[in-house]
């Protein structure tokens, strides 16, 4: 069978359906052109005339197409493929609806015939195409990912959609976007398959309300969890959900237990929701792997501390007190009245120098590190951020942020993203990632 | 004792501090005059001067003040409030630092006869101030909190700092901030009792690690509950967590369990984080009961609607079909392919219309309704908040929302307001504060 490097590395893409304003065909050009894709793009549509400044074609045989984007109604689709067979054109994306998840089988069962007849391999139908930031390609209607090293596999396009959304306005960025729909070809297994070898890619993100075929999938994901993480949502727990799946992809849902086993067994890293699925993906793109569970706390922000605190204990994670011989080490560093006991709180001592040199102190002593800090008048985020940074250089153990928050430590997370800390929104929230990442070290070790 | 009334209705209020930029003092009168008090402002401080504008007093004794606030270096403050009992002033609020919270029980119970003696009223020391939004009263150094109904009170200032941030940045107000830090005098019990009797908050919130008078706690929540919710933070639950508390605020955390039950038996709503404080607040605003547990999902959006509906039952809510009855009606509203089932999956057919049509026609099946929606190319998330604002005015049901997501839903979610619709980043979320809601509805009505 054919690869999948014309769908993500195509030099042309031809680009099939209407192209007036507003159309489908028209919203993928426009998103191509504005994206800024360098390869050749191919508006095809019998109206003729201009888009973009680019050639609308009513006629494609002469064109050599790399990748065939293709939104025309679902009753045209079969013939359209049979030419595009001829013409050797071997990746297909099928954003069109109107099949399986209508009960429309028949067509379906017809487009996956005529793929196999020319070893055409197709993405969809019914999905919201794909994306690379590497090369600026988006043939796509959903609004454009930006740059980053999170591959997202989605069965649902509209989950799709909303978690492009939400992942602009976080400034969170993908290497690679595919919404792949009702997968009459291309599934799951075989986008893992090819995310496991992108370099681009260091973190694998998927959504799935079910599997057609467990077992492969299982085996790329075993291949793949050795090389990079997995960070699933297995949507589709209960009959209600089984309901709504088997309404809008035409699958069904599985029996959610044995994906749960399995899931452990495999050490995919399921995830409850898509906020969950952004802090885990920040967090395993800097730190892979935590060797322990002994985590250490240090924060100007004594409130905040204890609900860390508390949710780390909840997780089963440990936040245990420094030996006596740190403490004696401390006690010369710190002005007096500050806590030599993990949470490590500053009070109002907490100056950037004070964060470092105790990160740096304790640093041998934990396996990871939560800075939680307030600012307070005489305290500007963008200082501690660059102190708790230098001294990251020279520590051999994860530091994660919760700077809080909204515009007053604005500027300080940017400067912690420059130094490869990642910064959580609540203290809570970190903590669950570190435990998750705890887990999956730990079971790797085995 | 002396009532509460002066600490958020002074028509003077005295800072007594330096007031070097920078300052805390200065901070203070800073934040007075730009949020636009009313009344008289005393900056008071031996430099004299101007600052903003005012004068300020090397002497207050010839000054008519309601209520002084204090951040002097805590050894000079007993013969100030001395003077302050001799002036009659019985209501102060203790910003300083260095009593109980750093082993300086002494002078906190000096403090504590002071007020005792003159029948003053302390807020404090060791605390961030407080605020009324109803009349521009902000005597504290943290950043403005926008008018709203939730009252907040707070034992940790570092936590209500983050938690004013963090609403700034969601456009989430408050009543009435409180931090009350040592509460050498005033505790959380005076606080609830009066934010009970307050016509402009309407749900009642609180972080707490300990209480000093569990009883005087419960005896006043347990009146307020009857009136308006009271949602508590409670920190502190294990041994690490009360390492931290005993380090900052001077005070035991209690056993967790305890709280629990008590909690349980009064009616104090218990989240586990800032994030599901807010999401509850926003939804107990608009709908204070929710007469049952039977939750409609209707959206365009099959993905994000089968999460929600995994979080609902996970939740112990119920995602029931529709009666046959319904659903024959659904099917002369709805186009072909269209799922009569719940969740309501309205796929692309999900016009304004549509939207509006089904949650009128569900309604009198449901106790309450959740609307999921992701824009696409064809559809504006204004119109459709317009559709669905318009039609819960004939529903006698709970409506939520769940637009999802960024910019591309930003205006949708301001018209939602409008309607009194409240909005959440994500299904899970929303399903979240519906079932705290139908629990505290339910055992309200035993």
């Not at 399986?100 to 196999?116: C, L, P, T, Y």
């Not at 090293?149 to 976080?170: C, R, W």
């Not at 710190?334 to 640093?363: M, Q, W």
């Not at 130094?419 to 790797?444: D, F, H, M, S």
């Amino acid at each position: 069978m054919k690869g999948m490097k014309n769908f993500f590395n195509p030099q042309s893409v031809a680009i099939f359906g209407s192209m007036k304003e507003g159309k489908t065909g028209f919203e993928i050009v426009k998103n191509m052109v504005e994206g800024g894709f360098k390869g050749d793009i191919y508006p095809i549509s019998q109206s003729g005339g201009k888009i973009f400044g680019l050639n609308i074609y009513p006629d494609f045989k002469k064109l050599d197409i790399d990748l065939a984007v293709i939104a025309i109604p679902s009753q045209l689709i079969p013939p359209l493929l049979e030419d595009l067979g001829n013409q050797r054109v071997d990746s297909v994306i099928i954003i069109s609806a109107g099949f399986s998840e209508v009960g429309n089988f028949e067509e379906e069962e017809r487009i996956k015939q005529i793929a196999r007849k020319y070893q055409m391999r197709i993405i969809g139908p019914n999905c919201a195409g794909i994306m690379n930031t590497e090369n600026n390609l988006f043939a796509s209607i959903e609004v454009r990912a930006l740059s980053g090293n999170t591959g997202f596999i989605t069965q649902s396009g509209a989950l799709g959609g909303a978690v492009l959304m939400m992942a602009e306005e976080l400034g969170f960025g993908f290497s690679k976007f595919v919404s792949y729909g009702n997968r009459c070809d291309v599934d799951e297994a075989d986008l893992i398959s090819y995310l496991r070898e992108d370099p681009q890619t260091q973190v694998i993100t998927i959504y799935i309300e079910g599997l057609q075929e467990g077992r492969k999938f299982l085996k790329e994901a075993r291949e793949t969890v050795s090389k990079k993480p997995i960070i699933a949502i297995k949507a589709g727990k209960y009959e209600a959900g089984i309901r709504a799946t088997s309404s809008h992809t035409g699958s069904l849902a599985g029996e959610d237990r044995i994906y749960d086993a399995a899931f452990k067994q495999f050490r995919i890293l399921r995830v409850d929701d898509v906020e969950e699925m952004f802090d885990l993906s920040r967090g395993l793109i800097y730190y892979p792997r935590i060797e322990g569970e002994r985590i250490a706390v240090v924060t100007n922000a004594g409130g905040p501390a204890v609900m860390t605190t508390d949710k780390l204990e909840d997780l089963g994670l440990q936040v245990p007190e420094p030996s006596s011989t740190l403490k004696n080490r401390l006690k010369n560093l710190l002005p007096p009245h500050v806590s030599l006991r993990n949470p490590f709180d500053l009070l109002a001592y907490g100056s950037a120098e004070t964060f470092a040199s105790v990160c740096k102190a304790i640093a041998p002593e934990y396996d990871a590190i939560i800075v939680i800090f307030v600012p307070t008048a005489y305290m500007d985020s963008v200082r501690i951020a660059q102190a708790v940074g230098e001294a990251k250089k020279s520590i051999k153990r994860p530091i994660f942020a919760c700077f809080m928050a909204g515009r007053s430590v604005k500027e300080g997370i940017e400067e912690l993203k420059r130094y490869g800390i990642p910064n959580y929104k609540t203290g809570e929230r970190c903590a669950k990632v570190i435990q998750k990442i705890v887990l999956q070290t730990l079971k790797n070790s085995y």
